[in-house]
């Protein structure tokens, strides 16, 4: 069974850099798709940005050209650098691992989320 765990949450004030980590374990040849939530207070889950097994990535509006999905593939590592981060980046922030289906994807493993506050 694939396992993710975040880290590299935390505080940090309006214009800042964070970098989350997420390590993944028990990889399936059947991984097609990893990706970043986030969830804030009284809001639903939403996309953030994915990799896929070729190194495409995508990102949300709200943080395209802020933020910078990558992964090691040595290290069984997904990253997400942030920067410039806003007040409105704050929330939980949740790594994601599935399956290819057509053009998209479906998660089939979910970590347990590292909280990211920023300050203005």
């Known amino acids: 069974e694939v396992q993710l765990v975040e880290s590299g949450g935390g505080s940090v004030q309006a214009g800042g850099s964070l970098r989350l980590s997420c390590a993944v374990s028990g990889y399936t040849s059947s991984t097609h798709c990893m990706a970043w939530y986030r969830q804030a207070p009284g809001k639903q889950r939403e996309f953030v940005s994915h990799?896929?097994?070729?190194?495409?990535?995508a990102y949300a509006g709200a943080v395209k050209g802020r933020f910078t999905i990558s992964k090691d593939n040595a290290k069984n590592t997904l990253y997400l650098q942030m920067d410039s981060l806003k007040p409105e980046d704050t929330a939980m922030y949740y790594c994601?691992?599935?399956?290819?289906?057509?053009?998209?994807?479906?998660?089939?493993?979910w970590g347990q989320g590292t909280q990211v506050t920023v300050s203005s």
């Open positions: 990799i896929l097994s070729d190194s495409r990535t």
């Open positions: 994601a691992s599935g399956r290819g289906l057509g053009s998209g994807c479906i998660y089939d493993y």
